[in-house]
């Protein structure tokens, strides 16, 4: 048994893989156990995964040769500490979500696509474990596109008009990214002949073809900057987020848009490193600048809002901004707050997306407007609503506050003083569109006919995943301190 | 090293612009669709053409062959799995285009997305 947990990783991976393979058998012979199914395979991911808990090396990473064939010329797995924390907050999330589905579900799509529903979303949350663990970038890309088009295929599994004109706007801008990071990695494996991130590392300082490495660093940011909908890429961010069945916005908003943007952070720091500060340089610098603007932008749009779930989506954007500041402040705080951040805001995020998802499922209500005194037939819902908000608007002791904390903290270190200002202005941008959906909810009264006063609550297995991750933003606020001195070891470790 | 000598990688940028165009300009969505193939193909001749080597063969080990004559096998796999994640990606978009020529009973974006505007105000 000794040293078993090597195997973990690549497990976690492949587990939710093979049983999006088997769903559809199942699904033949019993139509009613497949929800339960792809719940058990993302618990027991989530569960190899706390083996894991202290096999880490403090700084370091554990290194898995994929098949036996050493790097660099196999498939590495790197877990370093925050790829390794970003797994299990995919699994998390995940595992909530996916139990959320089951009833969310049998309202929004039809029986013959339930299977396909689920088969895309195991695929969906494996390849994204995959993603942030992988330490080759042609890995990367593989994951990616798996990661891309079933979030495509899922936007669309309702089969309604609007969601699929939303999928294919969403394909329309992801597809041509997708093949721009293959053409990146095209570029870096023609001057480096390498794919491994630790090789290419080694060799991106000392070859004499500096204009190809500036033109593949901008081409992969600017294709991830399309995947994580940094501002004047977010055209299809809003329509796909608030269309798609709850469950799969609380997956696309709160993760898949996140582990984007931490895959700039892995190009960043684990193939171009610091050396190649000359390189990377000015493509950061536009980074910045965009991830500034798309906290403005989003918090602004937020405001504006009609639409329940739109309003959610635009924070999303706005949310993106603060994990590209985080990243481009290059120290380990900046690092440690985006990392952090990509964590309290999936929770947070997806909390809001499966209250949304409540409102929904038991009164078809999307308008905020008809929210007004939502609070006297569905208090848990709306109390759950709160608490996630409360971590969104980044107050303490929530999460939010503490990943907010460390990304003002590295952006002051890093000299960026404005970057910071433009930060708190993003928090209170979000407290202004949270506080007058909370607002409505508990202190307007209802509109006649909207709500009555007898107590209907969602279903539990819908309550319980939105408490569960409400609670596990204040979980995340209290005991923070478990996570970030391995945290920042690990963000250290990368400059 | 000039570009007569590199002129692979110029028809490979100047196909990738081409592809972009279309998905970019084009307001019929199969062609926006076939944009994206094109630059999909694009940059599998930028990547096959990395690999190339003059006089090279095929890169089977036979005895008595010389392996540094051998073209280089990596891009060839990469297009490989390269292909089949474009092949899906255009798999799903004609399915889609099919959804939404059904819905929409039109395949112009302006038209589309005119509607959109509509149902909105």
């Known amino acids: 048994m000794s040293g ?5 990783p690549i497990l976690m991976v492949t587990i939710p893989f093979f049983g999006a393979a088997l769903l559809p058998f199942l699904a033949y012979l019993r139509r009613k156990a497949v929800p339960w199914a792809s719940a058990f ?16 090396p403090p700084g370091g990473h554990l290194s898995y040769p994929l098949g036996g064939w050493e790097p660099p010329y196999g498939i590495e797995l790197r877990v370093d500490f925050s790829g390794y924390f970003l797994m299990m ?32 979303f195991l695929l969906m949350s494996a390849s994204m474990m995959g993603f942030v663990i992988t330490g080759d970038v042609f890995n990367l890309f593989v994951m990616m596109e798996i990661l891309s088009i079933s979030s495509y295929a899922l936007v669309a599994v309702t089969g309604n008009r609007n969601a699929v004109r939303a999928a294919f706007k969403y394909l329309l801008m992801g597809a041509p990214s997708s093949i721009m990071v293959l053409l990146g990695v095209g570029l870096l494996y023609s001057v480096t002949g390498t794919l491994n991130m630790a090789d290419l590392a080694a060799r ?31 055209l299809w961010l809003p329509d796909a987020h608030s269309i798609a069945p709850s469950p799969i916005s609380a997956m696309l908003s709160g993760l898949v848009v996140a582990v984007s943007a931490f895959a700039v952070a892995r190009i960043t720091f684990s193939v171009f490193t610091v050396h190649a500060w000359g390189l990377v340089g000015t493509t950061l610098e536009a980074l910045a600048v965009a991830g500034a603007a798309a906290v403005l932008f989003g918090g602004i749009m937020a405001i504006y809002q009609k639409d329940f779930k739109m309003m959610i989506a635009y924070s999303t954007i706005s949310h993106m901004g603060y994990v590209v500041l985080g990243i481009t402040a290059l120290n380990p705080e900046g690092i440690t707050g985006a990392v952090y951040h990509i964590l309290d805001h999936g929770i947070a995020k997806a909390c809001l997306f499966m209250c949304a998802g409540n409102f929904i499922y038991r009164k078809g209500f999307r308008k905020i407007e008809q929210l007004k005194g939502a609070w006297r037939e569905m208090p848990w819902t709306c109390f759950a609503f709160s608490l996630a908000a ?4 980044g107050l303490p002791p929530s999460a939010g506050f503490i990943s907010k904390w460390y990304l003002v903290y590295g952006s002051v270190r890093a000299g960026k003083v404005p970057y910071a200002v433009v930060l708190l202005v993003g928090s209170i941008l979000a407290a202004v569109y949270c506080f007058r959906v909370v607002y409505y909810m508990f202190f307007q009264p209802a509109k006649e006919g909207d709500w009555g006063e007898r107590l209907s609550e969602a279903p539990a297995s819908m309550s319980v995943p939105t408490w569960a991750l409400s609670l596990a933003t204040l979980f995340f606020g209290v005991f923070s301190y478990l ?13 | 090293m000039n570009l007569w000598h590199n002129f692979h990688y110029a028809v490979a940028m100047v196909l990738f612009c081409v592809g972009l165009y279309a998905v970019i300009m084009r307001r019929n969505i199969i062609k926006k669709i076939i944009g994206i193939n094109i630059m999909e193909t694009s940059v599998f001749l930028f990547l096959i053409s990395i690999g190339y080597r003059k006089g090279g063969v095929a890169p089977v080990h036979v005895e008595g062959l ?13 297009i490989l799995t390269g292909i089949v994640v474009a092949v899906s990606i255009t798999a799903l978009a004609l399915s889609l285009a099919i959804l939404l020529y059904r819905q929409f009973g039109t395949l112009d974006v302006n038209r589309l997305f005119r509607e959109e505007e509509e149902e909105a105000g």
């Open chain 1, 4 to 8: 078993a947990y090597r195997h973990f």
């Open chain 1, 41 to 56: 395979f993302l618990a027991i991911s989530g569960g190899l995964g706390t083996f894991l808990v202290g096999k880490i």
């Open chain 1, 89 to 120: 907050a995919v699994a998390g999330i995940s595992l909530a979500a996916v139990i959320y589905s089951r009833r969310y579900i049998e309202k929004e799509v039809e029986g013959g696509r339930i299977t396909a529903y689920y088969v895309l």
């Open chain 1, 204 to 234: 991106v300082g000392d070859t004499g073809y500096r204009e190809v490495l500036i033109a593949s660093y901008a081409i992969l940011v600017l294709a991830f900057m399309v995947k994580a909908a940094v501002f004047p890429l977010h």
């Open chain 1, 390 to 393: 409360w971590s969104i608007i």
């Open chain 1, 483 to 495: 996570f970030l001195d391995s945290l920042l070891k690990a963000a250290a470790q990368l400059l």
């Open chain 2, 66 to 78: 010389d392996p540094s004559r051998m073209v280089n096998p990596l891009p060839q796999s990469l």
